[in-house]
């Protein structure tokens, strides 16, 4: 299942006090949690760019767990998709 996180991508980044190379392009990031919000693991595949942007915010999202709890009913290990294409 997908969920989709209610923390803006802003706020993860600011959490997290990172630069990311801003680089335009799709870039959607895969964040697998549990129920209690830990980042299990974070997939960047998905992401246009250099390998700088794709490492840079994999690390945020590691940095930044626990993330907001997911959606209640959503399977453990279940994946949020974040759009970081802004990022």
Same mark, same amino acid.
């Given at each position: 299942? @997908? +969920? *989709?996180?209610? @923390? !803006?991508?802003?706020? #993860?980044?600011?959490?997290? +006090?990172?630069?990311? %190379? *801003?680089?335009?392009?799709?870039?959607?990031?895969?964040?697998?949690?549990?129920?209690?919000?830990?980042?299990?693991? #974070?997939? @960047?595949?998905?992401?246009?760019?250099?390998?700088?942007?794709? !490492?840079? =915010? +994999?690390?945020?999202?590691?940095?930044?767990? %626990? =993330? %907001?709890? %997911?959606?209640?009913?959503? +399977?453990?290990?279940? !994946?949020? @998709?974040?759009?970081? !294409?802004?990022?």
């Amino acid at each position: 299942q @997908t +969920a *989709h996180l209610f @923390t !803006s991508p802003d706020e #993860v980044l600011e959490m997290v +006090a990172i630069e990311v %190379p *801003h680089e335009s392009g799709p870039c959607e990031v895969q964040v697998i949690q549990n129920e209690r919000g830990d980042v299990l693991d #974070v997939d @960047t595949g998905a992401c246009t760019g250099s390998a700088a942007r794709k !490492s840079q =915010l +994999a690390i945020a999202m590691r940095r930044a767990s %626990p =993330l %907001p709890m %997911p959606p209640a009913g959503l +399977a453990p290990g279940s !994946s949020l @998709t974040l759009d970081l !294409s802004d990022y």
